[in-house]
């Protein structure tokens, strides 16, 4: 892990970017004497961890005394994309101008995509764990379908609080029954690119015995700023 650049934010919050191999991440700490958990923060179906509203989460998560770490999945944010990737990406925003089924097309693409990301995931835990102020546990916070794989795969995930509105591939679905960590799983009632239904589907189908749904009205990107107070609350209970 090499830190390429780093600035102390308003609040105290170390930011600093870094590359593992090639993978680029961003790395937030707050201000302590003593190792703090981690929690790996992803958005939903690869965007960026540039996104403002991950930092957004990421900042607030560490002013509760995480350490947060997000990166850039294959093909996305500034990482190279192929020539399947482009076309995948342009038949799906085709089929969603033209308001037809797009799940076989977010199949295509977002299966390979959680095949590619998890390892690295993988890799980048156990770079960050390395690190003398950081010393677990380790939560999970976001894409769902990367989630349920590495909390099937990665025995060090304590915890792990999901977002209802990406693509859940089949696999990832049929695996949610392995999923046994405590869980948190944020569902936005009239999330238009995610069948409610679905969703619910989903959380019944998750094996912990501990799981929350927090359901909320309005449409995908309206999630209540709550809910990620609510959210940090959750890890207290299950990271420290």
Known sequence: MRFISERRLDDG????????????????????????????????????KGEPRLVARARHSASYGYAVASIDAPGCGDRPRSAADEQARADLRRAMRAGEPADGIFESFIGPLVEKAVP?????????????????PVGYSGWTAVGIRLAVAEPRIAAAGFFAGGYVPHAQREEARQVTIPLLLLLQ?????????????????????????????????????FEVDDGNRFFGRHLT
């Open 13 to 48: 919050i170390l930011e600093r970017e870094f590359t593992l191999g090639e993978i680029p991440g961003t790395l937030w700490t707050p201000e302590s004497a003593a190792p703090v958990p981690l929690i790996l923060m992803a958005h939903n179906n690869g965007l960026p």
């Open 120 to 136: 690295e995931w993988q890799t980048t835990l156990d770079a960050l764990l390395a690190l003398p102020e950081i010393g677990g």
């Open 189 to 225: 009632w009239d999330d238009e690119g995610n069948p409610r239904q679905r969703a619910l589907d989903l959380f019944d189908s998750f094996g912990t015995k501990e799981k929350t749904l927090h359901a909320n009205m309005g449409g995908h990107t309206g999630t209540p700023w």
